[in-house]
């Protein structure tokens, strides 16, 4: 009987376990459905991508850079393709041994081992870092057939930037580099389509026109759909959304005028601006020494980098947009226009000038200590009277100088399409308040205004603002912004559109006022400082001698540049508009430590005159004389513009020397 219970109990015991068994594995079953269910239908479409995703990548497609050109359509900015061997350090596991094997297969100079570990110190680990560009084909295929050797390692086609005129308007075109960390940090607060649009672009403008329009060049970046191997390698491409090319972007600078310009100045420091009065466009933007372009497209090496920046003339200065100078005599003309506009002298008024001007016991003297005796306003600007204007800066004061003159864009930035423009200094006495810290300093003194009204003093700005006020008082008052570009073109559909443009401002300046003081400015090219300059052109035009000083003389000291070092000369500065009845050009140059206006500074406004009116190109001695600083007016027989080759020796050819243009060629 017991051994009959013991056997039922058994058998409940083994029922339980069944039953619980059979529930446990239709427990399994279900979840196993219902993991199936959630797998296979209500998660398809994610678990569908996700193994496309593993099947396939999508590539982004850099755009082709969109073209520069100059008003004329010729090329300043431009692409070229080439192959470059490319390292993805993360994905090497000892960097140095591979470089090393690289080298065997392809020439790895020690310049290229330098410029990729900086750049390995600037990017991620798993960005794709250049070794060597502009392979050739024999090199591709010697690295092809052992690729197998070196993963993370392969070789790209890529676009590279190109500035066939070299160091020809280097500061006006600039140039791309690749994009540094910092950079990267500040693409992270774009909106999010402009940072998907940069997947894909190593490169980005960083000066001039590559900077300022970098929008309109980049273009639209495509996708490329590849299906890929278990190793990531791409086998064949699936789908294809093509990368639209950036715009072409026309400047309104004649690069033929611009490299006239560049070769005169030689090897010697300064800036020219020439703008056309009527619109505001931009003719010529010069800065002088200038650098090549093209030594930052692949990235910069030591040496040039070093000589670039250790270089006392400053290259990399824009001296057209950053450098500012006194304006000296060149103010002059500005300061008349005052006078007349607020009342303070009639055009017939005349000053008496003994040769010095003294305030208190001060004497503030003029130019070679000449009597001139009485002078009116036409005289005073074609003598360039230091007496008169110090006279009639005593009368004005510094306040009311400062607010007739910051409207014609002394002192202010003109929003022209260049990044980094400075201010420059039209002083008043809250300016001074505002810069100096002790209050002792910050006290403005009579005294201090005499030398304002000769363009001395505080007085600096930039040759830009100088030609900005020329253009306007040339277009009789009436104010355009200056600007560098004209219009962008579509590359697809080759539509061309100009670029808005700013409402022009009437200052309201009466036309008998300006038309005296244009009057007196033609008079100092025929019967003033700039007379034997312009000796013979076929047109009229006005112009103002300055020379500004580098360094203070003292009051019982005589200036001899011969005594003194040579950056320590004084500046020749000259400011011009012409023709006389309807101005079409005005533009304002300065040579550094060149000495007086009419030797160094009119005689390169006499050529840029002569190439825009005449169509007229300086011969080879006259070049190098104007170079020089050594011709006034043309010396020979001048050669016809229009029917120069251009560019001089053909595509590529190596620009007019500089002081660097040796050493960084």
Same mark, same amino acid.
């Given at each position: ?11 409940? =015991? ?19 459905? !219902? ?9 398809? &479409? ?78 991620? $680990? ?12 024999? @090199? ?10 070196? #993963? ?12 066939? +005129? ?14 540094? /960390? ?5 693409? %992270?607060?774009? #909106? @999010? ?36 191997? !278990? ?26 005028? =611009? ?102 016991? +001060? ?41 007739? *003159? ?33 209050? %002792? /300093? ?20 930039? *040759?830009? =603002? ?16 200056? +600007? ?15 670029? !808005? ?11 008998? +006022? ?40 003292? /009051?019982?000291?005589?200036? &001899? ?39 160094? !500074? ?7 005159? &002569? ?46 020397? $500089? ?7």
């Amino acid at each position: 009987m017991t051994e009959l219970r013991n056997v039922e109990a058994d058998l409940a =015991q083994f029922r339980t376990r069944v039953l619980v068994a059979g529930l446990a594995v239709l427990l399994a079953f279900g979840l196993l459905a !219902a993991r199936m269910v959630y797998l296979q239908v209500l998660r398809h &479409d994610d678990l569908l991508a996700q193994a496309e995703s593993n099947r396939t990548a999508v590539l982004p497609v850099a755009p082709n850079r969109g073209q520069i050109l100059d008003r004329h359509g010729r090329v300043l900015a431009t692409n070229y393709s080439a192959y470059t061997l490319e390292i993805t350090p993360s994905k090497v596991d000892d960097l140095n041994a591979t470089i090393e094997a690289l080298g065997a297969l392809v020439a790895i100079e020690a310049r290229d081992k330098r410029r990729f570990h900086k750049l390995l110190e600037e990017s991620r $680990s798993f960005d794709s870092l250049p070794l060597r560009t502009r392979l050739s084909d024999e @090199e591709v295929a010697r690295f092809t057939a052992q690729r197998y050797r070196f #993963p993370g390692v392969d070789v790209r086609a890529r676009l590279f930037r190109q500035y066939p +005129h070299g160091d020809v308007a280097s500061h006006v075109i600039g140039y791309i580099g690749r994009i540094n /960390q910092r950079e990267k940090e500040a693409m %992270e607060d774009w #909106p @999010e389509e402009e940072q998907a649009n940069y997947r894909g672009t190593d490169h980005i403008g960083k000066l001039g026109a590559e900077q300022s329009y970098e929008r309109e060049l980049h273009g639209q970046t495509g996708f490329d759909r590849v299906e890929t191997s !278990a190793g990531g390698r791409a086998v064949r491409s699936l789908a294809n959304t093509p990368a639209t090319p950036g715009n072409t972007v026309v400047l309104s600078i004649d690069i033929q005028l =611009q490299k006239l310009v560049e070769d005169m100045f030689g090897e010697r420091r300064g800036a020219l601006v020439a703008i056309d009065p009527r619109n505001g466009e931009v003719l010529a933007f010069v800065s002088m020494p200038t650098f090549d372009p093209n030594l930052f497209v692949e990235g910069i090496d030591v040496e040039n980098w070093k000589a670039l920046n250790e270089s006392l003339d400053k290259p990399l200065l824009n001296r057209a947009l950053r450098g500012t100078y006194p304006p000296g005599s060149t103010y002059k003309p500005f300061m008349a226009l005052a006078a007349l506009e607020l009342g303070l002298r009639s055009a017939q008024a005349t000053v008496y000038d003994p040769g010095y001007w003294m305030f208190g016991n +001060h004497r503030f003297r003029s130019h070679g200590d000449t009597s001139l005796g009485a002078v009116d306003l036409r005289r005073s600007i074609v003598k360039s009277s230091n007496t008169y204007y110090y006279s009639l800066a005593n009368e004005m004061g510094v306040d009311a100088m400062h607010d007739f *003159m910051a409207p014609l864009g002394f002192g202010q930035i003109t929003g022209i399409d260049l990044k980094g423009e400075v201010r420059g200094v039209l002083p008043n006495q809250e300016w001074k308040r505002r810069t100096f810290k002790r209050p %002792e /300093q910050q006290k403005w003194y009579a005294g201090e205004t005499i030398s304002l009204g000769i363009g001395q003093g505080y007085n600096s700005f930039t *040759m830009l =603002q100088l030609a900005h006020a020329m253009a306007i008082l040339a277009n009789g008052g009436i104010k355009h912004k200056p +600007h560098l570009s004209m219009a962008t073109e579509n590359v697809v559909t080759r539509e061309r559109t100009p670029l !808005a443009s700013e409402a022009p401002v009437n200052l309201g300046y009466q036309r008998e +006022h300006i038309d005296a003081v244009l009057s007196a400015m033609q008079g100092v090219t025929t019967e003033g400082t700039g007379a034997g300059v312009f000796a013979g052109a076929g047109y009229t035009s006005g112009g103002k001698t300055g020379t500004a000083q580098a360094v203070t003389i003292g /009051q019982k000291d005589r200036y &001899d540049a011969r005594k003194l070092e040579e950056h320590q000369r004084d500046h020749s500065l000259y400011v011009a508009f012409a023709p006389m009845d309807q101005p079409r050009v005005a533009l304002a140059v300065v040579v550094e430590n060149a000495g007086f206006g009419s030797a160094s !500074a009119a005689p390169i406004a006499r050529r840029v005159f &002569d190439y825009l009116l005449l169509d007229q190109y300086p011969n080879a001695q006259d070049l190098e004389a104007v170079s020089k600083g050594q011709a006034g007016r043309p010396i020979g027989v001048p050669l016809k513009a229009s029917e120069m080759p251009w560019p001089p020796g053909g595509a590529g050819a190596a620009p007019a020397a $500089s002081r660097l243009r040796g050493v960084l060629g």
